[in-house]
C-alpha cells in the first residue's frame, strides 16, 4: 500500500497537507508542519509588507467547522522569502508558497524576486485568488476580467508553473467561465479548489450577536460544511482542465473525506479547520484512516482511483 504522489517534478510520501493559513505564519508553525507527517506543506498567504490582519476575535470554532475573518495577518514577503531560501528542510518534504498581493503590481513583485530562489529551490508558488476577508476588496476570482489581468501578469513575471487557489463557486456557468480562464494560462498546473466559503454570517442565539468581530460577523467558512460544496469544485474542475492537476480542500476531518476528493480528482489534499483544531498530529491520523478505507476496497495506490467517481446513467 502506498500513498506517494508524483506530481510538479517531485515526490510526495502522500497527498496530505496543510491549507494555506492554518499553521504556518511563523517558522515554529512551519517546522512543526514539516517534522509532522504530511506529504507537504505551504506557507501562511503574503503580501509584500507585515500585516496584524483584523481585530480579535477573528476566527471561531463551530460544532461542523469554522468562521475566520483573519484579514492576511502574515510576517511580509520577505520573512517567507528567508524560510524558502535559508530554512526549510528540502530532504524532509517538498515546500509550497502561497502569495496574495493586494494588487497586480503587488504579485508581479513578488513574484520576480521568488522566481531567482525558485530557480534554485524547489519550492512551488500557489498564488490566492479567492481571500475573501479584506475589508473593501473583492475576491478576485469572481471577477474573470480581473482574473485573466493577475494570471497575465503573474505568468510574464514569473515564467515557471504554479498553482492558483480558486473560491468555490455556484454555478454550472461559472464553473465553465473559470475554467475556460484557467485554461488559457498554460504556466497555470494546478488549481486548489477550494478556499473558505466567503461572507458566511454565524449567530449566537443566547447573545444575540455575531461571534466574530471583523465586517460586523461575516466571514469565510470551512470545515464539515463545506465538504459538498468543494468536492463540486475540485471535480467540475478535475473534468473541465484535462491538462491540469487538481488539489482538493475543504472539509477534510478523515480518511473517507479524503479519499471523496481523490475520487473527484484531487491530487493533493489539502487540511484547514480539521488541523487548526486537531493540531499537526492530525496527518498520522488521516494517513491511517485512508490506508484503512482503500484496503477495504483493495486499492493499493491513489492512481486506482483518482478522478474515477461514478455517476448514475440507467
Ligand atoms: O487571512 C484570511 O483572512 C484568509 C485568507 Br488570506 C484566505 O485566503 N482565506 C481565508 O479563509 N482567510
Redesign the pocket.
Known sequence: MSLEVNILNQRFENPFMNAA?VMCTSTEDLQKLTASASGSLITK?CTPALRE?NPEPRYKMLPLGSI??????NLGFDFYLDYVTSTHDYSKKPLFFSM?GLSVEQNVEMCSKLKEIAAEKSVILEL?L????VPGKPQIAYDFDDMRKYLQAVSDAYQRPFGV?MPPYFDMAHFDSAAAVLNDFELVHFITCI??VGNALVVDVETESVVIKPKNGFG?L?GEYVLPTALANVNAFFTRCPSKLVFGCGGVSKGEDAFAHILAGASMVQVGTALHSEGEGIFARLIGELKEVMSRKGYTTLDEFRGKLKVIDN
Open positions: 493559513g498567504s490582519g475566520n475573518s483573519m484579514g492576511l495577518p496574495s490566492n479567492s481571500c475573501p476577508n487557489k478556499n473558505s469565510g470551512g
